[in-house]
């Protein structure tokens, strides 16, 4: 079973930067499509960003789009989001997420695998 941990996350002003990663347990890691997605209390789940197999192809929100960055670094079975210039309404748990296929998707239904989240606060 793939499993995933998510880390990087705190409390940071608003304007500030955090990078999270998550570490995966995929064998065969390489052939997952990997995102993040987001919970703020009180609301459903959103997507933030997702990466296919390779750097080649991504997909961010409206709302974090020229902000926040997605990367994957396949010899390490890591995947990343670089957040910068962080909003209040950035607020949320963010989860790193894990789809049994090469191409990327935007909805939390085509994923098959999920972390267990890291707090994000941005005060301000």
């Known amino acids: 079973q793939v499993q995933l941990v998510e880390s990087g996350g705190g409390l940071v002003q608003a304007g500030g930067s955090l990078r999270l990663s998550c570490a995966s347990s995929a064998r065969t890691f390489s052939n997952y499509a990997m995102a993040w997605f987001r919970q703020a209390p009180g609301k459903e789940r959103e997507f933030a960003a997702a990466i296919s197999w390779s750097n080649s192809i991504t997909n961010v929100a409206d709302s974090v789009k020229g902000r926040f960055t997605i990367s994957r670094d396949n010899a390490k079975n890591m995947v990343y989001l670089q957040m910068n210039n962080l909003k209040p309404e950035d607020t949320a748990v963010y989860y790193c997420?894990?789809?049994?296929?090469?191409?990327?998707?935007?909805?939390?239904?085509?994923?098959?695998?999920w972390g267990q989240g890291t707090q994000v606060t941005v005060s301000s």
């Open positions: 997420a894990a789809r049994g296929r090469v191409t990327l998707a935007t909805t939390q239904s085509e994923y098959d695998y």
